[in-house]
């Protein structure tokens, strides 16, 4: 199985069902007239599955890379395609077909030599397009249908386009100097190979795609066979490619070769001092001075390289910083005869004190006749109105103390109605206090009534006693 193949099984939902499966691969050209909505709804799943794999980098090309906003329609794709057990996709020429239709798709050759931008509309036909209507109407041109086999051709997929383009104005935002935004087409890869896909990048006919779209369709760009320039966001066009834009893409290059020739010169001297110290172990004296003397080239190049690259930067910092003077010196100059535009249109200070005067003497003359036109108004008593005055704050303050008189009156009688409570709760305690002390009075003299009868019952037991012995006595002596 495929990887283009593998890709569309396990990510596309349309082609994970069996019975779906088998209609997407049978040739359902004939569904256009008998089932549209099913044959729209296969065209549909066939769009979507190409359009991610284009962006997944699965798709084959004829070299070793994979483009990712281009797709060959060859012998390579069907194959690539074929399922074990439908077979190759019989729809193919229909899917690009309407994909074309529908402008979800458009022919390689069309979209890099059209002028005009692939948004815009014409409301205006054109009088072949007319006639064709018109041909259509009557029956005597039908439509035009799919056709039976696959041409080798190459089809921007513009849905993925879109997206890229978006990716890279987007990431552009953070770069506000003038410099940052003129890049080499090779720096360009390299700042946005992976805006698309993480882990496919952009390739070399990606590129021309891209920047045609970000230069026609955008207007976000200019650019020529070496240098892009990316327009400033207040800008509504991008300005054209200057010697001292090409300059700059030049240096930044120069300066990325030359920082990329650093990393291996560090590997060779470390690997070069590895081997004079093995050497000297195993005592190969010619040996390890070979090896320190490779180190030591190693390190004069590491030497001259790491000046040239502090040099470079150098340079383009006073580049960079001399770029971003020339674009403040040329607002403050765009501004400067803005502002001369607009005090020319008052006439400036003379003019504009000449209307300020003539404002403040229409304005003088309007009070005056205002005062005039007051005169002849009909004059106000004021003793009546004084007099309704003072009888009005009169009736308001009559009115106030009636207010704080019934509220004083509320208040009283809820004092008077507080006492009452109040003394009725102390009767009441009084009362209770009354009843208790008498019951404890009646148990102390219950208690004393039965202290003195104990008394007395022990005192008669005595005299008992007494008696019992005095007649003991006389018994004993008769």
Known sequence: MSELLDFVLQHEEAFQNQGRLASLYADFRQQLEINPDGYHANIAAWTKALTDAARAGVIPTQGTTHDLLNIRTADDLARALQHPQYGKPTCLPAVFHEAVQKKEMMLLKDFMSSTASIYKTSWIPTPWSALQWSLRTVGVLGKASPPDKLAVRNYVVLRNVEVAGDEILKAMKEHTSTADRVLSRRNFLERFSHALNPTAPLTNNDLNIILVYLHRDKQAISYDARTIKFKPEHEAQPLPITEEDAAIAGLRDTLANINNQIPPLMEKIASADAAAREAVASKQMVRAKAAL???????????????????????????????????????????????????????????????????????????????????????VDEVDIEDEFEALERAEKEKKEQEEAAKTASKLAQLEEAERKQREQQAKDAAAAAHKHSGDEVVEKKVEQASQGIAKMSFQQQDEQAEYEENERVSAYA
């Not at 390289?305 to 383009?316: F, K, M, N, P, T």
């Not at 006073?318 to 607009?342: C, H, N, S, T, W």
């Open 293 to 379: 003397r490779s180190k030591k080239l190693a390190e004069t190049a590491l030497a001259q390289r790491s000046d040239v690259a502090l040099q470079l930067e150098g340079v383009y910092a006073q580049l960079q910083q001399a770029a971003d003077q020339v674009e403040i010196v040329e607002a403050m100059r765009a501004g400067a005869a803005a502002l001369k535009g607009l005090n020319e249109k008052v006439g400036g200070a003379e003019g504009v004190q000449g209307v300020v005067d003539a404002v403040n003497e229409q304005m003088a003359t309007t009070e005056e006749i205002t005062n005039i036109i007051n005169e002849t108004d009909s004059t």
